[in-house]
Structure formats: C-alpha cells, structure tokens
C-alpha cells in the first residue's frame, strides 16, 4: 500500500487485485485492502494493549525485555497506521490521524486522534521500550525478535518525521556508539535480503521460515516470475527510477544485483541473422478519457551500424497479399524506411538518449532487449527473493542499518551540516559499491542537478530504500510533489504535497460501528 502510492514502480496492465485502488489513489472506504489493513493493525493493537495491561515490571529480565517488545510493537502498528491514513505529521500536528486505543478504557465518543496526539504515544512507547529492553538482554539473536536497537531505529524514524532533526541525530549517536556506518552495515549488501534474520544490517524483520513462504501471494511475486514459474512478475521500474539507478549501473549493487531483464521471448529478435543492439521505449497515451489519462509504452529493437544505434523495422504480412511480406505503416512512425538514430544528449552530466521523428524529440530509454507485457518492458526486481533458494521467499526488514544511517543523513542536512550528511551518504553509496567520483560532494552535486544536500539524500533513500515503501512518506513529508508521468495503469499526473487523496480512507467497518469517526476528505 506504501510502495504502490510512489514513482519507483508501475503496473503493467490493469489487475482486479485491490491493491489496484493504493496504486493510483482511488482507494475507497470499502476496499478490501483499506478494511483488512485496519483490522489487522487494531487486531494487534488489542493483543499487547491487554499484554501491557497484565504484565508487572521487575519479576525477570526475561519478563521486562517481553513487556518491552509489546510496547515497541504498539509504537510501530500506530507509527505504520499514520503512514497510511493520515496527512505527514509536517502537514499539521493537528491533523486527524486514526483511533488511538491503549490499555486505558476509552471514555466518550470514539474519535480519531491527531497525529500530534498519536506521535506522542509512539514516542512515549518507544522510550518505555527501550528502558524495558536495555538491559544485557536479548531473547535470540535472530532480527524477528524486537530488541533495543529496533525501538531506536523506530525512535529515529518518528523523531524524522516529526523535524526533530537534533533528536534524530542523537539517538543514532547513541545507538552507534562510536561506531561507523560501516561497522553495522551489511558488507554483503547482494544477499543481505536473503538472510536478513541473521545479518547486522537488520534491526528488525518479519522473520519466516521456509515452510512460511507464502508463493504467488508474496511480495516477491508481485515484481518477479521465476524460471520454475512462480510468481506474478507484473510490475516493474519506472523510467525515472530506471535512470536513476542506472547512472552507474555497471558498478551500482543495488541496480545489477536486484533487477533482472527476462530473456526476450523466444525466438530471440534478430535483425541480418544478428541479435538486435537494444530496446528503445517511450510513453504514449492510451485512450481519449479525459478523466483518466494513462500512458502506455511504445517500444522498439535496434540494430546498429557506423551511424550508430537506429530503429528496426520488422516485416509484417500485408492481409491482401500474405505471400509478399513488407512493412506496413506502423501506429506510430509513418515513414518507415528511414533510419531512425537513437540520439546522446547529456543531462547534469548523464547521458539522456532521443530520437527526431516529424521534426519533434521525443525522449526515449535504451534498455537491452526485454520482454514485454501488454507493451510494457519488463525489468524484474529480485530484492525480495531467494530466502533459503526460494524465489518468492524474503523476510522482509522493516526497520534496517542502511535507513537509519540516512536518517541522520536527512538530519544533517536539515541541520546545515552538509559535511556530516555526505558523509552518511558517501557510506551507503560505498557500500553499494560506488567510489572516486561516484561519490556525493558538495563540488559535483550541482553540475549533477542537485540545488540542496536534501535533495542527494532524498535521492539515496530512494536508491536505498527502494520498493520498501518509505518514497511517498520521504516526498510528501517533505511538502514536494510528487511526479507520476511515466508509463503504466496509474494516471498520468503530479500529485501535489497537499493533496487530499494521500491518506488512504478509513475502513467502512470503523465508521459504521463509531459514528463519531470522520472520513478523509476527498474520497468517497
């Protein structure tokens, strides 16, 4: 539901899945995805409120470091519950936000809390949580079990979204403890997310076994099809994260070791009985509805000579004459026997590629070969696979080293503390396995595009972080738009900072049972 409300992925083609609904902002109070989210969240909510109700403080070290994991657990299900059905806490303190329930029986009508309200309980939890759980004490070293450095990562997170960025800067101090990055990052970041309950870098996870894979229902699934069949694999990069990955993409980890191109359906395309030189792909519109604008992809092979790259061409049958095999004017080129160069243009010091057609430029991604589905290129993201060789099998992290490093980082730069904030930076981006000029500074941050050391952090979050559902929170808590014109099933528009369709709606079920709980505006 975080993910699908950004611009790292799209949809390829319409799907009667409801997380359809998350995906281009049309979520309503019915939705499947909105009522079960909502009662899962209160279902646990309900579980360590009565926990914390009976539990006594002081018996064992055992006992209090449990008692703590219940308090960190309530912080994190109202932290995510913000996340998703309520304005950023930088909208407006007074905001409402959803249904604050705690051990203490409710008196009057049932109403939603603001955010300011609910932020306070989390962080009065987190700190109960982490004086419960300092001792010299951890339940298993496996990251599925909460311990103290989870709670503080969470701490850090919430002072984050607050702008308490002094606070932030603080608590991972403190948590480092003289530390570096790189001594509590994950030096094998390639597989970290195959083993993310016994790495350093994960503070927290969904810890599951093998025989806990959930299959086609996984998110793994959703991005990726496995030779053996499994998955889905409907939904892929976006073009603009697409280019920003691929700036370094022979070097980048984060690119090379968690995206895939399927293998061009077979036969493989061919031009002159040689492979074809790549994949040219752009956005076209699809349809006249005006009410809903969506683009598609118009997609080209490329062959190559001492020109360079062009398009190809390939016969079609003429249906009046199948015996003479020529090319047809196709639905977008109507001279179809020029060559059509791709063109190299340099964007903040990256190559951009175009073609001219009709006198127009019309910017295109050059990709290698791909499948494709309905038009759509496809590029699998395998972040999520290959638990225990499982494709489809991950223990997603929830709270991890790399977040929390650029955490500070955001802090920093907020702070006007430019050096400190590259520095976290430039340590996630070696450990990705950037170096030399790769590097962020404050001398080639501006011919790169950059106007703010917010903006290199915001854009290593979105590499770092990528597909794990912190992009809209980062961009809208931030008050900036948010810009969704690329390919895909979602319409094609800028979603601006305050825009009413951001929190998702509130679960039907709440609102007819409590009168008293309002709904979003601008949903039905």
């Given at each position: 539901?975080?993910?699908?409300?950004?611009?790292n992925v799209?949809i390829a083609g319409?799907?009667?899945?409801p997380?359809?609904?998350?995906?281009?902002?049309?979520?309503?109070?019915?939705?499947?995805?909105?009522r079960?989210m909502?009662?899962?969240?209160y279902s646990i909510?309900?579980?360590?409120n009565?926990?914390?109700?009976?539990g006594?403080?002081?018996q064992?070290l055992r006992?209090d470091h449990?008692?703590g994991?219940?308090?960190?657990?309530?912080?994190?299900?109202?932290?995510n519950?913000?996340?998703?059905?309520?304005?950023?806490?930088?909208?407006?303190?007074?905001?409402p936000?959803?249904?604050?329930?705690?051990e203490?029986?409710?008196e009057g009508e049932?109403?939603r809390a603001?955010?300011?309200e609910?932020?306070?309980?989390v962080?009065?939890?987190?700190?109960?949580?982490?004086e419960l759980m300092g001792?010299d004490?951890?339940?298993?070293?496996?990251?599925g079990y909460?311990w103290?450095?989870?709670?503080q990562?969470?701490l850090?997170?919430l002072?984050?979204?607050?702008?308490?960025?002094?606070?932030?800067?603080n608590?991972v101090?403190?948590?480092?403890?003289?530390?570096?990055?790189?001594?509590v990052?994950d030096?094998?970041?390639?597989?970290?997310?195959?083993r993310t309950?016994?790495?350093r870098?994960?503070?927290?996870?969904?810890?599951?076994?093998?025989?806990e894979t959930?299959?086609?229902?996984?998110?793994?699934?959703?991005?990726?099809q496995?030779?053996?069949?499994?998955g889905?694999?409907q939904?892929?990069?976006?073009d603009?994260?697409?280019?920003?990955f691929?700036?370094?993409?022979?070097?980048d980890i984060?690119?090379?070791?968690f995206?895939?191109?399927?293998?061009?359906?077979?036969?493989a395309?061919?031009?002159?009985?040689?492979?074809?030189?790549?994949m040219?792909?752009?956005p076209?519109r699809?349809?006249?509805?005006?009410?809903?604008v969506?683009?598609?992809?118009?997609?080209r092979?490329l062959?190559?000579?001492?020109?360079?790259?062009?398009?190809?061409?390939?016969?079609k049958?003429d249906?009046a004459d199948?015996?003479?095999?020529?090319?047809?004017?196709e639905?977008?080129?109507?001279?179809?026997?020029a060559?059509?160069?791709?063109?190299?243009?340099?964007?903040n010091?990256?190559?951009?590629?175009y073609?001219?057609y009709?006198?127009?430029?019309?910017?295109?991604?050059?990709?290698?070969?791909a499948?494709?589905r309905?038009?759509y290129?496809?590029?699998?993201?395998t972040?999520?696979?290959?638990?225990?060789?499982?494709p489809?099998?991950?223990s997603?992290p929830?709270?991890?080293?790399?977040?929390?490093?650029l955490?500070r980082?955001?802090?920093?730069?907020k702070l006007?503390?430019?050096e400190?904030a590259?520095?976290d930076?430039?340590a996630?981006?070696?450990r990705?396995?950037?170096?030399?000029?790769?590097l962020?500074?404050t001398?080639?941050?501006?011919p790169?595009g950059y106007?703010?050391i917010?903006?290199?952090?915001?854009d290593?979050?979105?590499?770092?972080?990528?597909?794990?559902?912190f992009?809209?929170?980062d961009v809208?808590?931030?008050?900036r738009?948010?810009?969704?014109?690329?390919a895909g099933?979602?319409?094609?528009?800028?979603?601006?900072w305050?825009?009413p369709?951001?929190?998702?709606?509130?679960?039907?079920?709440?609102m007819v049972?409590?009168?008293?709980?309002?709904?979003n505006?601008?949903k039905?």
């Open positions: 539901m975080s993910e699908f409300r950004g611009d799209f319409a799907t009667s899945d997380f359809m609904k998350s995906y281009d902002y049309r979520d309503v109070s019915f939705d499947e995805t909105v079960y909502w009662y899962c969240s909510l309900n579980i360590v009565t926990n914390i109700g009976v006594t403080e002081g064992s006992d449990i008692l994991e219940n308090y960190f657990l309530r912080a994190y299900v109202y932290l519950l913000c996340d998703l059905f309520a304005r950023p806490y930088a909208h407006g303190a007074d905001n936000a959803v249904i604050l329930r705690t203490k029986p409710y049932v109403v603001s955010i300011g609910i932020y306070a309980q962080e009065s939890d987190l700190k109960k949580a982490i001792q004490y951890r339940r298993d070293n496996n990251g909460a103290k450095g989870a709670a990562g969470l850090s997170r002072y984050l979204y607050m702008g308490r960025d002094q606070d932030v800067v608590t101090n403190e948590m480092l403890a003289g530390a570096s990055p790189a001594d990052l030096p094998d970041l390639a597989t970290y997310f195959t309950q016994t790495s870098e994960t503070l927290w996870c969904i810890a599951l076994l093998p025989p959930m299959g086609n229902s996984s998110v793994a699934s959703m991005y990726f496995a030779p053996n069949g499994a889905w694999g939904i892929y990069t976006s603009p994260m697409y280019k920003l691929t700036r370094y993409a022979d070097d984060r690119w090379r070791s995206h895939q191109f399927p293998s061009p359906a077979a036969p395309p061919a031009f002159q009985g040689a492979p074809v030189k790549g040219a792909s752009w076209i699809i349809g006249n509805d005006p009410s809903y969506t683009y598609g992809y118009e997609y092979y062959a190559e000579d001492e020109g360079g790259k062009y398009i190809i061409f390939m016969n049958l249906p199948p015996n003479n095999p020529v090319v047809l004017e639905n977008f080129f109507h001279d179809t026997n060559k059509i160069y791709i063109k190299e243009k340099i964007v010091t990256y190559p951009e590629y073609i001219t009709n006198g127009a430029d019309i910017d295109v991604v050059v990709t290698p070969p499948d494709v309905f038009s290129r496809k590029i699998f993201n972040k999520f696979s290959w638990q225990d060789g499982d489809m099998l991950c997603m929830m709270i991890r080293w790399g977040e929390v490093i955490n980082a955001e802090a920093y730069a006007n503390n430019p400190a590259l520095a930076v430039n996630i981006r070696t990705a396995g950037l170096s030399g000029d790769q962020m500074t001398i080639n941050m501006g790169r106007e703010t917010l903006d290199v952090v915001l290593e979050r979105r590499l770092e972080l990528c597909y794990e559902g992009r809209y929170k809208f808590r931030n008050q738009p948010l810009d969704r014109r690329f099933s979602h319409i094609w528009e800028v979603v601006n305050d825009d369709r951001i929190p998702h709606q509130i679960s039907e079920d709440e049972l409590n009168p008293g709980v309002v709904r505006p601008g039905l």
